[in-house]
């Protein structure tokens, strides 16, 4: 038997529902705070993501799943979405849009890390990317619209973690602290040996929790910010007490890119273990420019939706499936269950019948085990009288219908409210 790769799952029912749900959910909320959505492909040149994530993040470092094609150019399976947005952006010339452009992308992440716990080598990402404006009131409308999405898909209990990474200017000063800190102490981890000397901030984003350790007592960059870049913070922070979201500051909070300037943020969520990040996000106001566009400011997000997944409270157990069963005894009834079958799917409904001529009996026992909501039977005297016998199989409460108005009965009983 061939079996999937490590680290990469199969998606299947019940729970792709639930994915569903959660996608539709996130789509709205998007179209309320006018977003459209970017579909784009998969692989990329790899010199996109090298020149954008930048070289000492982990992503780039070692979690790429790089290779080369039959041309003999480098390639790469996305491993996060905003740098291809931005290429995208650019390529079509969508900076001239109108306003704010406000982007949303749902789809699979590659990233060759060590499969565990709400972390894989494919997984899925609600991205949200809104480019144009560099305004606080945009930070704090992208955090509201997340905190929204996971309130709408169920997740009630998160903690949001806020930072500023200020921009260049603010961090030059800063770097040059963190340095002497780094280096007046010992004992990091190889990759953070190699930070500290190229790029500082980095050692923040370390999983090691010798690292993190290490780094108690460490500057903050909030304390560097210049006036620009603390009135943008003040604001943001000053807004977000206006819609009464709770946050919590997180000085340390650098995130996994490079390219991030100002405002970061995180969201986690109880119960996730070590990898607790349901959803991460930030500014981004050197990227475009990077990538060879005007110098436009951005921000985004990235929710993981197998880690919210995880954490979403399951679906009550045993629930039926909004699914209607046929069944039917004799020729001429399963002629009109046939034609039953189609009206009712022509009128919205889901539907199923048996075509492998069962037992009446095992086509109720079938019914139940495909956990339909109802079964449909349909018999000579039925057909005579122009019903439908529905049983409900949750109860097991029968009902005549009849057929003429079948559909629209059915459907009102469906939809109301258990
Ligand atoms: P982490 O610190 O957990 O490695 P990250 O900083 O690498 O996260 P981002 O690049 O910000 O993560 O991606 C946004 C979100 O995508 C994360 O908060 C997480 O929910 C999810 N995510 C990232 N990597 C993985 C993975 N390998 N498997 C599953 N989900 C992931
Ligand atoms: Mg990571």
Redesign the pocket.
């Given at each position: 038997m061939i079996r999937a790769i490590r680290g990469m799952r199969d998606l299947l029912p019940p729970e792709t529902e639930r994915w569903q749900q959660v996608e539709l959910a996130a789509r709205e909320l998007f179209r309320r705070y006018g977003y459209q959505e970017l579909r784009l492909p998969l692989l990329e040149r790899t010199e996109l993501f090298a020149r954008s994530i930048g070289a000492e993040t982990?992503?780039v470092a070692k979690e790429m799943y790089t290779f080369t094609d039959r041309h003999g150019d480098s390639v790469t399976l996305r491993?996060?979405a905003t740098a291809q947005v931005v290429r995208a952006f650019l390529e079509h010339g969508l900076a001239k849009a109108p306003g704010v452009k406000k982007y949303f992308l749902i789809g699979p992440?590659f990233?060759y890390?060590r499969p565990q716990k709400?972390?894989?080598?494919q997984?899925h990402?609600i991205n949200c990317e809104a480019l144009g404006s560099d305004a606080p009131e945009l930070d704090a409308e992208v955090i509201l619209l997340l905190l929204d999405i996971l309130r709408e898909v169920g997740l009630g209990q998160v903690k949001l973690l806020l930072n500023s990474l200020g921009c260049p200017g603010c961090q030059v000063d800063f770097k040059a602290e963190l340095k002497l800190f780094l280096f007046d102490r010992e004992g990091w981890c190889p990759d953070c040996e190699r930070r500290r000397a190229v790029n500082a901030l980095r050692v923040f984003?370390c999983?090691s929790a010798h690292c993190q350790g290490l780094l108690q007592g460490a500057p903050a960059l909030v304390d560097f910010l210049c006036p620009d870049c603390a009135r943008h913070y003040a604001r943001i922070k000053e807004l977000l007490g206006r819609f009464q979201v709770d946050f919590e500051e997180q000085p340390r909070l650098v995130?996994?890119?490079d390219y991030y300037t100002r405002t970061t943020f995180?969201v986690t969520a109880a119960g996730l273990g070590a990898?607790d990040?349901?959803?991460?996000?930030g500014r981004y106001n050197g990227l475009i420019r990077e990538l060879g566009g005007p110098d436009l400011p951005g921000i985004g997000f990235?929710?993981?939706?197998?880690?919210?997944m995880e954490v979403l409270p399951p679906t009550a157990a045993g629930a039926r499936r909004e699914l209607l069963f046929l069944a039917y005894v004799g020729e001429a009834a399963r002629d009109r269950a046939l034609a039953l079958l189609y009206e009712l799917r022509q009128q919205g409904l889901a539907a199923l019948m048996d075509f492998d001529h069962r037992s009446l009996k095992s086509q109720m026992s079938l019914a139940d085990r495909l956990q339909a909501a109802a079964a449909v039977i349909l018999g000579e005297s039925e057909l005579e009288e122009g019903v439908a016998q529905v049983k409900w199989l949750a109860d097991s409460r029968q009902e005549r219908l009849p057929l003429a108005e079948l559909a629209g009965s059915l459907a009102a009983r469906l939809r109301a409210p258990a």
């Open positions: 982990d992503i491993p996060e992440m990233r890390e709400g972390r894989y080598r997984f990402q984003d999983k995130r996994g890119l995180e990898q990040a349901v959803a991460g996000g990235a929710i993981g939706q197998e880690r919210l």
